[in-house]
């Protein structure tokens, strides 16, 4: 059993910060890909960035630059550093766990708010 919980999210002003984190727990295999995705409203759920265990961090167009994933493999711990942040970032977060063979893991979701 694998269980995924985000935390973090929250108000903030436009051009300010938030770093959201992303805790597995449960079987978890040393291969595994680790990934931010949102859901703004009233529209699909979208990737953000991934972070592979063993390769590079890949990012969506929208938050290069801006957005950081990170990781601690030893904690099973993923991190989002979001900075300037924009109205359009305005979204549900949600982690994934994904690991071999095919299996899929979901937090609930964190809200992110970007308000003046």
């Known amino acids: 059993q694998v269980q995924v919980v985000e935390s973090g999210g929250g108000l903030v002003q436009p051009g300010g910060s938030l770093r959201l984190s992303c805790v597995a727990s449960?079987?978890?295999?040393?291969?595994?890909?680790m990934g931010w995705y949102r859901q703004p409203p009233g529209k699909q759920r979208e990737l953000v960035a991934l972070?592979?265990?063993?390769?590079?961090?890949d990012y969506a167009d929208a938050v290069k630059g801006r957005f950081t994933i990170s990781r601690d493999n030893a904690e099973n711990t993923a991190y989002l550093q979001m900075n300037s942040l924009k109205p359009e970032d305005t979204a549900v977060y949600y982690c994934?766990?994904?690991?071999?063979?095919?299996?899929?893991?979901w937090g609930q979701g964190t809200q992110v708010t970007v308000s003046s």
């Open positions: 994934k766990l994904s690991q071999p063979p095919r299996n899929e893991y």
């Open positions: 449960g079987s978890i295999l040393s291969l595994n890909v």
């Open positions: 972070s592979p265990s063993n390769g590079v961090p």
